[in-house]
Structures are given as C-alpha cells and as structure tokens.
C-alpha cells in the first residue's frame, strides 16, 4: 500500500486545514487508516482512526477538533481539523494497517499553528 498525504501548511491559531491521504496499491488488504503526529524528540502518537466499516477514535487532545473521514471511491481518507492549537504543530502522518497488522506510511506533512 502506497499513501501520499497532502494538505498541511502555516494557519493561525483558531484557524482549520483538511488533510488528505490517498491510498493505492493493495487497499483491499486495508483493515484500518489513521493519522498519527510527531514532533521533533517526541514518539510518533495516534491522532485518529477510521476502520474499513466506519468505525472512527480520536485521541482526548483533539476531540471535537478533528474529524476523520473517508471516501472509498476515492481512496481517501480526510482529517478535518478545527480550532487549531499551536501545540497541534507537527508532522502528520497517515498509516494504513492491513488484516495481517502490517503498516505503511506515508512521507508525512508538516502543519504549523503560528501567528
């Protein structure tokens, strides 16, 4: 499986971004896709998830913030992200993990929260 993210970039605090993570390759194999965030010295942490049925978490730091979501036509999974913090910069990541628990990921996209 193959994921390329995009959407991230500079917003002021208070402000939205809408990440996109397209996946191809395998995406039968897909069980689940999440977003995961790391900043420079810390672990890699889970942000949100979505199962192949729909079934979504997101972590306590950004509930009722972040949305995720997908499209399966469009191989596409989203996180919608509102009322930006700066303590939300990061790197996101998105990961797909198969029936098999296999990961991959993408390259990762920055996102700063800064006036």
């Known amino acids: 499986v193959q994921l390329v993210e995009s959407g991230g970039g500079l917003v002021q605090p208070g402000g939205s971004l809408r990440l996109s993570c397209l996946a191809s390759?395998?995406?039968?194999?897909?069980?689940?896709m999440g977003w995961y965030r790391q900043t420079p010295g810390q672990e890699r942490e889970l942000v949100a998830i979505?199962?192949?049925?729909?079934?979504?978490r997101h972590a306590d730091s950004v509930k009722g913030r972040f949305t995720i979501s997908r499209d399966n036509a469009k191989n596409t999974v989203y996180l919608q992200m509102n009322s930006l913090k700066p303590e939300d910069t990061a790197v996101y990541y998105c990961?797909?993990?198969?029936?098999?628990?296999?990961?991959?990921w993408g390259k990762g996209t920055l996102v700063t929260v800064s006036s």
């Open positions: 990961n797909a993990r198969d029936y098999y628990a296999m990961d991959s």
């Open positions: 390759g395998s995406i039968f194999s897909i069980n689940a």
């Open positions: 979505i199962t192949n049925v729909g079934t979504t």
